[in-house]
């Protein structure tokens, strides 16, 4: 199997329209609003025939127990990440700007509410 | 069913973002990621491969997580595939023996529960399937594995459950002993598992407290049940203390998973924990476990128990238990009888996109 097998199961891109559709469902991955005030936060991922299908088994294998407000389903083939290694240069831009962080200026104890 | 073919076995194979290697940036799991040749040109791969195998050394010592786009030996992909697989294989076919009862619940109270129950077995099967996916395994692939026998799941599942007292046992007892397996791997070193195993504690919680519920009402009950209570009792303890695996010097693996920190406690030191925590809830019940040897040792502060018969835990992982057959016979029947489903609705969802295709 390949990513691409799983992602491109019997979905738009116009093959399907000649193409057999596959019984392997793509897979999904899904996020969680816990409650209302809070982002939704990703929870993990299940396999679906189409996005409406996903939501329905989101919401029963993720929400059993009142664990969510509103949920995400988004294709896993969709979504581009970055290279996870905390060592990365991907994000080395911020690593030398402490001047970004309010702890970088000195104030005197005197100065209130700063 | 489609994809289910030999060959996609679990391997370092393309993944998936968000929890895997490749997917949208096409790197393959288990290769050197862009960044850390970059970093060092004119470093071999060797080289590169040595420093990704301390970064992961590191990582586990600093008792961090290893998440899925991580470098990590093949030895532990393939190690935490199989500690996954078997245990979400354990979650499906734990559904069976109490699944038994659901039509016979004596109540609509106890047989709500015992849905829910039942339901939540189904639910952590597929987290943990979800899970092992992110290490590039297939679930198509997994249960097909669980259904051609070549993947285990727990042998305590190969016992029937034969009065409604037993649904209350197996709450009480093989629930007991899985919170006190599962608990210690809410620190697995492999993140996604760690994170399936909080969300299943947190219900486990409710499986042990409805048994044990249940058989509380039941020894206030006639003298019948009681007795009911105690005979499944005196049929689950034994198989319960098992669940830990075998005795600590015929567990060779041992000691390579506490070293990746995929196992926290030994087998032994678990099952003594778990005798520790359920002698006293036998006698809060009113039932006898049925061990002659069982006595509390002041100077180990432990509980002494008797030798537990290992012929008859390598009988039932074997394939030989009471219902091994049975219950690999239902998995495979529910798995074959719903691939029209499968594919009528993979069909249904290509006709609804080809259309929406043809209008844009």
Not at chain 1, 41 to 62: E, F, I, P, W
Not at chain 1, 97 to 111: A, N
């Amino acid at each position: 199997m390949s990513s691409g097998e799983i992602s491109s199961t019997g979905m738009g891109t116009g093959s399907g329209m000649s193409g057999e559709p596959r019984s392997n469902w793509p897979l999904f991955e899904v996020f969680l609003r816990s409650k209302r005030g809070l982002n939704h936060v990703h929870v993990g991922s299940l396999h679906a025939a189409d996005a409406t299908m996903a939501l329905h088994h989101a919401r029963d294998l993720y929400t059993r127990r009142n664990e969510g407000v509103s949920i995400w389903v988004v294709k896993a083939a969709d979504i581009t990440a970055s290279s996870p290694d905390e060592k990365d240069p991907f994000f080395a831009p911020s690593g030398d700007k402490v001047y970004r962080h309010p702890t970088f200026y000195e104030i005197p104890q005197s100065v209130p509410h700063i | 069913m489609t994809g289910l073919g030999a060959g996609s076995g679990p391997g370092p194979q393309a993944g998936r973002w968000p929890e895997t290697g490749a997917g949208p940036l096409q790197e393959g799991v288990g290769a050197v990621p862009r960044g850390a040749g970059a970093l060092k040109p004119g470093a071999g791969i060797a080289a590169d491969a040595g420093a990704l195998e301390r970064y992961f050394e590191e990582t586990i010592a600093r008792d961090r997580r290893i998440e899925p786009r991580d470098w990590m030996p093949d030895a532990y992909r393939k190690t935490m595939i199989r500690q996954i697989a078997q245990h979400a294989h354990s979650e499906i076919i734990g559904m069976q023996p109490e699944g038994n009862w659901v039509t016979r619940a004596p109540s609509l109270r106890r047989k709500a529960i015992l849905l829910a129950k039942v339901q939540d077995e189904a639910g952590h099967g597929l987290y943990l399937y979800s899970a092992a996916e992110t290490l590039g395994a297939d679930r198509a692939d997994l249960t097909d594995r669980l259904i051609t026998g070549r993947q285990k799941y727990s042998s305590i599942f190969n016992y029937p459950t034969l009065t409604f007292a037993d649904v209350g046992v197996i709450g009480w007892l093989v629930d007991g002993a899985a919170i006190c397996n599962q608990v210690p791997l809410c620190r697995s070193s492999y993140g996604p598992y760690a994170r399936a195993m909080i969300r299943i504690c947190k219900e486990e919680s409710f499986h042990q407290r409805q048994g044990y519920e249940l058989l509380m009402t039941m020894m206030r009950g006639t003298s019948a049940q009681r007795e009911m209570v105690q005979d499944a009792t005196n049929r689950w303890w034994w198989p319960s203390l098992m669940m830990f695996g075998p005795p600590d010097e015929q567990s060779p693996n041992t000691e390579q998973s506490m070293r990746w920190r995929i196992k926290r406690h030994t087998n032994d030191d678990l099952r003594q924990r778990f005798v520790d925590m359920t002698v006293p809830q036998a006698e809060a019940l009113g039932v006898t476990l049925p061990d002659p040897e069982l006595r509390w040792n002041a100077e180990r502060d432990h509980y002494d128990f008797g030798e537990i018969d290992w012929s008859e835990f390598k009988r039932v992982i074997g394939g030989n238990g009471p219902c091994n057959a049975q219950r690999i016979a239902a998995r495979r029947a529910a798995h074959e009888g719903g691939a029209w489903v499968r594919e009528a609705a993979a069909a249904h969802a290509a006709k609804v996109a080809a259309r929406a295709e043809a209008a844009a």
